[in-house]
């Protein structure tokens, strides 16, 4: 049972069959049944996730990773008091936050809550800017169990031809460039947009436009924090997900507030 549990974990969102596990541990399919019940009941009251049986001859099994909001708001404010640290505030009211990026169990809970806001999204891919999104967007992919490409900030001879456009930063006017290899996506793929900060949006909005050169649907926009200090009227983009706010920010003595985003408010 331990290893069929392993076994489900590390396969999210992947039908597996009852004919799979019994060829897999030479046992009778009512045997398996028994020890997925077992399973799925334990998943459920540990908040790991769910687990989902379809029958009929095509069916099986699939586990989809589930945070509850409760744990999720525990970590969350955790993760909070953390970006508080004076230290963290850089100028322009951007937050240092690349050391976090590189915590395994802190972006392994992160990419939990983001699956957990886009599991009936029907995402082919999940799509980021290098760099510090990088960590965010495959820490979702692994609980989403789909690819991640990356938007790259100058074409890279190794990538072959790519697709490039031209965007404004939202906070800073400033034009600027991204691309994206040809063959990274297919077109008429649904995306996933996850990003580390924003601030007014332009990056993301530049994203959007570069999908939109591929036919692509955006299924969701992800953020790990948002700032507040941007005025309504100056956000390119209402509809997204933010798991952190930072509400207030104080350059001279280096104080702010960060609290838990809308992800907590849906």
């Not at 800073?172 to 994206?180: G, P, Y």
Request: charged fraction near 25%; charge should be negative.
């Amino acid at each position: 049972m331990v290893e069929m549990t392993q076994y489900l974990l590390s396969r999210p969102h992947t039908l597996i069959s009852l004919t799979a596990f019994a060829d897999r541990y030479q046992s009778a399919k009512s045997s398996i049944s028994e020890d997925l019940a077992i399973i799925k009941e334990v998943f459920e009251e540990e908040g790991i996730g769910e687990l989902h049986t379809l029958a009929g001859a095509a069916g099986g099994v699939k586990y989809t990773p589930k945070m509850q909001e409760a744990t999720a708001l525990t970590l969350m404010t955790s993760i909070c008091r953390q970006l508080e640290q004076p230290e963290r505030v850089l100028p322009g009211g951007y937050l240092y936050i690349t050391d976090m990026l590189g915590q395994p169990e802190l972006l392994a809970d992160v990419g939990r809550m983001f699956a957990t806001a886009f599991a009936e999204s029907k995402i082919d891919v999940i799509m980021t800017v290098e760099t510090k999104g990088i960590p965010l967007a495959y820490a979702t992919a692994a609980c989403l169990n789909i690819p991640v490409v990356i938007v790259r900030r100058d074409n890279k001879v190794t990538e072959g031809s790519a697709v490039s456009i031209n965007y404004v930063s939202g906070s800073n006017k400033r034009i600027q460039t991204m691309s994206l290899a040809r063959r990274a996506l297919k077109e008429q793929s649904r995306v996933l947009i996850i990003d580390d900060f924003m601030k007014a949006g332009g990056t993301i909005q530049g994203m959007m436009d570069l999908l939109f050169e591929f036919k692509a649907t955006v299924a969701g926009v992800g953020v790990f924090v948002e700032s507040g200090e941007v005025e309504l009227e100056e956000r390119l983009l209402e509809d997204y997900v933010s798991l952190a706010k930072l509400t207030a920010v104080d350059m001279k003595t280096k104080q702010m507030t960060v609290v838990p985003g809308n992800y907590f408010k849906v």
